[in-house]
């Protein structure tokens, strides 16, 4: 079995506003975990929300996300880990379990070389929360 790689992002945005980052390591990889922190808490909140997705192969696919609307995935506790129940490796799991959406399949977790995966970080309810301190850490695999 090919060793899973840890992938380490950053997220750092401001209220109101929507970035992201694409990952392209050039070869094909298959997405087998995710894991989601926050140095600092992330308050839920009914309309003042922030939403973090990673699409799946097909770029329009949500195969992992973070919604901090109230009732959803609502808040992030500080310094906690949140990571996919089935990641295969590295190490040991984080505090609580956020697995794929149900939409993720084989087939939309696997990248081509000339694929992207993409990660949205969207404050598009109300002013939107700041994610400041949070960090998403992407396992993979190459195939």
């Not at 808490?41 to 996300?65: F, K, L, P």
């Not at 609502?74 to 149900?102: I, M, R």
């Not at 993409?118 to 993979?140: H, K, M, P």
């Amino acid at each position: 079995m090919a060793e899973v790689l840890p992938v380490p992002c950053h997220i750092n945005t401001a209220a109101g506003s929507t970035t992201g980052f694409t990952f392209h390591p050039g070869r094909k990889f298959e997405l087998v975990g995710v894991r989601f922190g926050s140095r600092t808490a992330i308050t839920a909140h009914a309309s003042n929300i922030g939403v973090v997705s990673i699409y799946g192969s097909d770029e329009t696919t949500a195969v992992w996300q973070w919604d901090t609307t109230t009732g959803n995935d609502g808040t992030v506790t500080a310094s906690a880990v949140y990571y996919t129940s089935d990641e295969e490796a590295p190490g040991v799991a984080g505090d609580t379990a956020k697995d794929f959406e149900a939409a993720a399949t084989k087939t939309l977790l696997t990248y081509d070389g000339d694929q992207l995966l993409e990660v949205v970080n969207d404050q598009s309810g109300g002013s939107g929360v700041a994610f400041v301190d949070a960090g998403l850490t992407l396992l993979i695999r190459y195939l």
